[in-house]
Every structure is written in C-alpha cells, then in structure tokens.
C-alpha cells in the first residue's frame, strides 16, 4: 500500500539520537499478558488504522474479533481513519498531546522518522526483538530510528520488474536483463521497433529513485549527535547513468505513472516492461485493461544499478505504539499476531512483512501473470531489501526530486541533479527541522 509522505515539524536534535519516549505507563514493557489488569478486567488495546476495508476483503474488526475471542484478557478495539496519512498524523500529534491517543496507529515507512522527531512515538525495542523473526529484516529496519525500534511492520513496497514475457520472445530477449549493459541493449532493441521495457517516471521519483539507489547503500544515518546525509553515492550515480541513457537513446516512456497515459501505454502495448513497487500488482491488471493478459511476469531487479541484486522500498506501512500506551508489552503482543494473519491482510490487497507462512497469490493476479506465483517474488525481493532509511521531513525531500526529475524529460536538466537537489533539500529540511546535521 502506498502512502503520501507530508513535511513535519521536528524536535530538538537530541530526540533524533534514539532517547526513549516514555508514556504515561513508561517505556518499559510490564510483562506481557498475564490475566487482565489489577481489577480482573481484560487490558484494553486501541489500534488506528487506515487499510481500505472494501467489499471482498476480510474486515479489520473480523479479524480483530478473532483475537479478542482467543484472548479474553487482551481486548482490541480498531478504528478505521478516514483520511489521508497527513491528517492522520495531525490527529494522532493532538491525540498524543491530550493524553487521549490509541495505544497503536498505522502509519508508512517513510513516516516513521517523522512522527518519532514530533515525539509521538514509544520505544518497544526490547518487545520488538522478541518477534524480530517473524518479518524480513528490510522492513523491519524501517521500524528503528538511531537504533531504537517503534513498533511492527506490517506490509511493504519492494521494488521488482514487471514485463511482458511474450512481447520480449518476440523481440529476440530470452530473459531479463542481469547486467546494466544488458538492460540498455535491450531497452535499445525494444525501442527501435516501439517497444518499451523501462520508464522513467518523474512524478515517483522520491520514492522509485531514492529506492533504487538506497538499495545500494543508505541516504541517511546517525552518528552521534547529527544526521549525516549523502544522497549523492556511487548507486545514485548509477541510477543516473542508466536512466539518462535510456532517455537521451529514447529508450523508455517518460508518461507520469499517475496519468493516464501511462495506462493508455500499457493498453496499446507499447510500455512491456517497467520498475515498479510490488503493491502495484493488481493496479497493473486493472491499468492494463486486459492487454497482455496471461503474458506478464515479474521479476527481481538484475544488477543493474550497482545494487550486486538489492531492491530498495517505495512505500508499505507499519504499525506504531504510540506515546502513552500504558502497556506496551500486551500491545505488541497483539500487534504481531495482527501483522502476521496473512491471508487477511493479503484479502486487504496487501504485500506482508511477515515471513511467518508464505502468502498465497490471488487468483485473479495468477491469472493476469500466467500462473506464475508472484507474492513468492515479492517475498523474495522484502528479503533483498537494502538497509535504506527515511530522513524526517522526507516529503520535502521527495517534491524536490520530482520537480527536478520532469526537467531530465525536457531536456532542461540531468538524471543526475535530482540527486544533487536531494542532498540539498534534505540538509535544508533537517536543519529547519532544527535538526543537528554533519556538515
């Protein structure tokens, strides 16, 4: 599931360096389920969420009902949020403030470090570990803030490539490309006969560019008392190179992936090959309009990027326990029972975390992609996923990217300045935050 990241207001720098955020019951667990609080009644849980609940899916409160029926002296109440992330974050910073925030809310990866600097956030670190097992470790690692753990993850957004195995037999390509000189010859070949296995979409660029460099090493770390960056590492350099010789040979579509050009792309068989977050799996289906049908595939990115086969992440959420949770340790305890009911959660349309049971593929989407069993390639690419990690205030980080990027379709610019604008952006945007940064 995708979720747009929005600029927040930080703390001191002193809270970026992990410092425990103790609630109104402390930071410290109280020893898990043990029958009930002091009065004999159940513990009570609140959970925050914003999964879509549609027709066809299994409902949050059915499956929270489950666990309430197992555990009587756990009792979860769940509330679905209707809005977007952003007003979702200014409810829960209010909420927070007032003493009256739920114990855990769902919020994006990218959002972690952001809604920690608004101090909102409870250290579980030691609860987290108990259960670290259970999800892939990339995920995971976009739990943590300077060493600290802050909750679950519970689905995730690795990127993959999904192509058109047909259409590439019929250009001569027998297989994906493993290497960055066989991803551009191809690209090339496909070209040359209005054929497209690779798009450049400015409008993603701070999510599918920061992931695909971040794959080969990460944008942003700690280091004593200041954030160190540097968007500009030897995998941006070669995201760069890549794209911008895919579009000086005009070998990749340039359509905005959220315009409807680039479904008509799909549609009339041009676009047969693309980078793309796994969420994007049944929106490929309905983008396609049918095109292809049967003939897709998806696949783990080849080395093209310096990545030695790393993915990077472009969206997927976690759960958070919130400042305040007067007892963490129940709270977790349910918290990974709900991120690992995988066939649940995938009924929500979602790619899990969790590496408890493997997640079976719809029926639909096995269909579209010739039986093939995607959510195993998703699987595998959560557990190809490098150690990158958001900055707070990453939205602004991201809105700079995709302005510059739109200037390397024009011509009016390079691949290469989005990731000098980056580091820019993301030293400004720390230090407005009044963040510490290493200069």
Request: glycine residues 12%; proline residues 4%; negative net charge.
């Amino acid at each position: 599931m995708a979720f747009n990241k929005r600029f927040m207001a930080g703390l001191a720098a002193a809270a970026v360096l992990g410092v425990a955020l103790s609630g109104c019951g402390g930071d410290t667990a109280d020893g898990g389920s043990g029958g009930g609080d002091a009065s004999g009644e159940p513990i009570e849980i609140t959970y925050l969420h914003r999964l879509p609940d549609s027709d066809g899916m299994v409902q949050v409160n059915d499956i929270v009902a489950k666990w309430n029926k197992e555990h009587p002296d756990i009792h979860v109440t769940a509330t679905k949020f209707d809005g977007n992330a952003s007003d979702m974050i200014k409810k829960l910073e209010t909420d927070v403030k007032a003493d009256n925030a739920p114990d855990l809310a769902q919020v994006g990866l990218a959002e972690v470090p952001e809604v920690f600097t608004k101090g909102l956030l409870m250290d579980v670190t030691e609860e987290a570990a108990k259960y670290e097992d259970h999800f892939a470790a990339g995920p995971f690692s976009l739990m943590q803030v300077g060493g600290k753990t802050y909750g679950l993850p519970q689905d995730t957004g690795p990127l993959v490539y999904f192509y058109n195995e047909a259409e590439f037999q019929k250009l001569g390509i027998t297989e994906v490309p493993q290497t960055k000189d066989e991803l551009i010859a191809a690209a090339k070949t496909a070209a040359a006969q209005g054929k497209y296995i690779m798009s450049y979409q400015a409008d993603e660029a701070g999510n599918m560019l920061s992931g695909l460099a971040g794959a080969s090493e990460p944008w942003y770390k700690v280091e004593g008392d200041s954030w160190v960056v540097n968007t500009e590492t030897n995998g941006s350099a070669e995201v760069a190179d890549v794209f911008q010789q895919l579009l000086d040979a005009g070998a990749a579509t340039t359509n905005p992936r959220w315009d409807p050009s680039f479904d008509a792309s799909l549609q009339d068989g041009s676009l047969i090959g693309t980078v793309a977050a796994a969420w994007e799996a049944p929106l490929f289906i309905d983008s396609s309009g049918g095109t292809g049908a049967g003939d897709w595939r998806v696949a783990q990115l080849g080395d093209w990027f310096g990545n030695d086969g790393k993915t990077g992440p472009d969206g997927g959420s976690g759960v958070t326990v919130l400042k305040g949770c007067e007892h963490p340790a129940e709270a977790m305890e349910f918290l990974d029972w709900f991120n690992t009911q995988v066939a649940d959660l995938v009924s929500q349309g979602l790619v899990v975390a969790a590496t408890t049971e493997a997640a079976e593929t719809p029926d639909d989407w096995e269909e579209f992609f010739g039986g093939q069993d995607v959510m195993a390639e998703f699987a595998t690419a959560n557990e190809n996923m490098g150690d990158f990690t958001y900055m707070p205030g990453f939205s602004a980080v991201g809105a700079a990217m995709k302005e510059t990027a739109a200037k390397a379709v024009d011509g009016s610019g390079k691949v290469a300045d989005v990731f000098s604008v980056a580091q820019t952006t993301s030293v400004d945007t720390l230090k407005n935050l009044r963040l510490s940064v290493a200069e």
